[in-house]
């Protein structure tokens, strides 16, 4: 399975659009090498990151939009859950299309051209999921361990049913999926009191089945190089406000590439105000000055092309339309002049 990405432009999920067909034609403009999946959470609250990704779920109780979880009940909806996960039944975690217009409008698109280098799809991960979701009493899912085994089967078997329908219209793309767990950039704070071992050990069991290549987002600062011990083949962060902070891991950076992972540098601000004034040259320019310094610390430049993508800083989902589309074009501006390539 190739991993030489050489600063190829992607995206990260969500858009602002209303209507799928024009998130897809923005994406695949400016992402014509690693397109993705539009989420578009503006169609609907089921398409937000929480609520599309509950189908098939057992014990769901979604009530004036805030949903909650209950544990081992009802019985027979937790005895089909795991009956569909033993079975590796995948239309039983699938997306509808209530839930994920921009998904199947994404996969009629992908039957028109048929050929790409890579596809990427998305999956809200198990830590936010559990750290989001509660049960009955309020207290968050993630520390019921009944709830915290199925969210990471759940989150599994939602990635795998995708994998599945890409397969199936282009069998020659590298596959991508990235488990959104935006939660992570809090923890080690009094906020967030899950440990380094469950962390390692929740993301580690559902990558394991995949058949692709997997990677986390995480749109904030958190601990790298618990990260880079994980097996992901792709981080994701925000490059735009913390470069300086994973910078300052060169070593276990130059380990985790060295092994074959990759970074996608999320190097395109999705804040409005930060947008305003960005220019390609100027992000391009930040990051070749990191890179520069990494190359200080043994970090060769072969190294940081090949494990390289260049990606928004987060989901768009929240910008105007026309925001949205500046991210775009500035993600793939930025990675035609990290390629030597631009126009």
């Not at 028109?112 to 198990?126: A, C, E, L």
């Not at 069991?205 to 749109?219: D, M, Q, R, S, Y």
């Not at 970090?299 to 494990?307: A, P």
């Not at 993600?331 to 631009?342: F, H, I, M, N």
Request: proline fraction near 6%.
């Amino acid at each position: 399975m190739s991993r030489r990405f050489n600063f190829v432009a992607t995206g990260i999920g969500s858009l602002p659009f209303t209507e799928a067909g024009e998130a897809c034609r923005l994406i695949f403009q400016y992402l014509p090498e690693a397109p993705h999946w539009p989420q578009l959470p503006k169609v609907s609250l089921r398409e937000g990151m929480i609520e599309q990704f509950l189908e098939g779920a057992p014990g769901v109780v979604e009530k004036g939009g805030k949903p909650f979880l209950r544990p081992l009940e009802p019985h027979e909806e937790w005895e089909r859950f795991y009956q569909g996960y033993e079975a590796i039944d995948l239309d039983a975690f699938a997306i509808s299309k209530e839930r994920g217009e921009g998904f199947y409008a994404f996969l009629e698109e992908l039957g028109r051209r048929k050929s790409f280098p890579f596809i990427k799809g998305q999956v809200t991960g198990p830590i936010t999921l559990g750290l989001t979701l509660k049960d009955e009493a309020g207290a968050a899912a993630f520390f019921n361990p009944d709830l915290r085994d199925m969210l990471v089967k759940l989150a599994t078997m939602k990635a795998r049913w995708q994998e599945a329908a890409f397969q199936r219209l282009v069998p020659n793309a590298v596959q991508i999926i990235i488990f959104d767990e935006p939660i992570l950039s809090s923890y080690g704070s009094a906020f967030m009191n899950v440990s380094r071992a469950d962390v390692i050990s929740c993301l580690r069991e559902t990558i394991a089945p995949l058949a692709g290549l997997k990677g986390v987002h995480i749109c904030g600062n958190t601990d790298w190089p618990m990260i880079m011990e994980i097996g992901l083949d792709i981080i994701h962060f925000d490059a735009y406000k913390d470069l300086s902070s994973v910078l300052l891991y060169a070593e276990p950076l130059r380990h985790y590439l060295a092994e074959g992972g990759a970074i996608s540098w999320g190097i395109v601000p999705t804040d409005e105000e930060a947008l305003k004034g960005a220019e390609a040259s100027q992000l391009a320019a930040r990051l070749t000055q990191g890179f520069a310094q990494l190359a200080r610390e043994g970090l060769g430049q072969e190294l940081l092309s090949r494990g390289s993508l260049i990606a928004p800083s987060c989901g768009a989902g929240s910008l105007t339309e026309q925001a949205a589309i500046k991210v775009y074009r500035l993600t793939k501006e930025v990675s035609d002049l990290l390629r030597g390539r631009a126009a």
